[in-house]
């Protein structure tokens, strides 16, 4: 496929977040590098398959896999995804061009009756199929009922709706794109419940070989995000992390320096202690943000992470 094509076409899933997502990329492409842009939306497997845990059927690549299929055919140009979806390494072919500037990545707590987390009753049913959240909310509120939600998000809100559960927890970040800030109760501060690596933050994935559009796309890009992101992929990396590990990565910058606060649950024993590390310090490139997420990985397998990571 050649660089120069005049027209663009954007592979997305067809979720209404997904759809939002790209749209949000489509404009800034014709704003600021005044290119024509089209959508090309697709369903994904991830999309297809509603009754099984995403740690039981092949994990988040199965959002991205489609997509790529269509950038590796040439039927797309770019694929915009949530960076929390995209696997650590993606495969031989294609690049990660770009990441911008990231939404609030904290989780949200959402309710038609209870404002917090500790307003809930004993017994509370709390919907989420994040293994990552699941270990958090059993930390705080071991009394809670937590059950599996699946679904794009109005899905789940839709259930919420309905009864199935008490509350449920999301991504911050898509509710406010999708202009639903309002269904938000509360919010988990970053320290309380840590995100994981990527959440908020989109991320533009092109084939290696679009060497000018890469170059372009890479204009895009808001430096603090990308080096904070690659911090906390790189603490996945090191752990082998993948949606079947309760793990979180979060990294902010605080003046000039950056910190990562990371923790590991058990997938099996969700009760079990929770390893939690903090490390901080100068980053000014890719590779000084790797090895600072490689170091909180390490801290958390000093405290005998290997022993939390054969059951993943």
């Known amino acids: 496929m050649p660089d120069a094509t005049p027209t663009l076409l954007i ?12 749209e949000h990329v489509r404009d800034l492409l014709r704003q600021r590098l005044g290119h024509e842009v089209g959508l090309l939306g697709m369903t994904t497997r991830g999309d297809q398959i509603l009754d099984r845990t995403l740690s039981k059927v092949g994990g988040k690549g199965l959002f991205v896999k489609e997509l790529e299929t269509a950038l590796e055919e040439g039927r797309a140009h770019l694929a915009v995804h949530s960076l929390k979806d995209v696997p650590m390494d993606l495969p031989d072919g ?8 990231r939404e609030d990545p904290r989780d949200a707590l959402v309710s038609n009756r209870y404002a917090t987390l ?13 293994l990552r959240r699941v270990v958090q909310l059993r930390a705080m509120r071991p009394d809670l009922v937590i059950e599996p939600v699946r679904g794009n998000l109005d899905t789940r809100l839709r259930k919420l709706d309905e009864g199935q559960f008490d509350a449920i927890v999301l991504a911050a970040a898509g509710l406010k794109r999708l202009g639903l800030a309002s269904r938000i109760r509360s919010v988990f501060e970053a320290g309380e419940m840590i995100p994981c690596a990527g959440q908020g933050a989109l991320g533009i994935e092109v084939r290696s070989d679009a060497t000018t559009l890469r170059g372009q796309l890479a204009t895009l890009t808001h430096r603090p995000t990308w080096l904070a992101v690659h911090a906390e992929r790189a603490v996945s ?30 997938p099996e024993a969700t009760d079990r202690p929770l390893l939690r590390a903090t490390v901080e310090g100068g980053v000014a490139d890719e590779a000084a943000a790797t090895a600072l997420g490689t170091t909180a990985a390490q801290r958390l397998r000093d405290q005998g992470a290997a022993g939390y990571l054969p059951a993943a």
């Open 118 to 130: 500790a307003e809930l009753p004993e017994g509370a049913k709390v919907g989420t199929s994040s």
């Open 94 to 101: 294609f690049d990660l061009a770009c990441v911008l500037e």
């Open 237 to 266: 990396r090191a752990l082998g992390g993948s949606c079947s590990m309760p793990l979180a990565a979060h990294a902010i910058w605080v003046g000039d320096t950056l910190r990562v606060d990371v923790a590991l649950g058990d």
């Open 11 to 22: 592979a997305t899933r067809e979720s209404r977040l997904a759809l939002w997502q790209a």
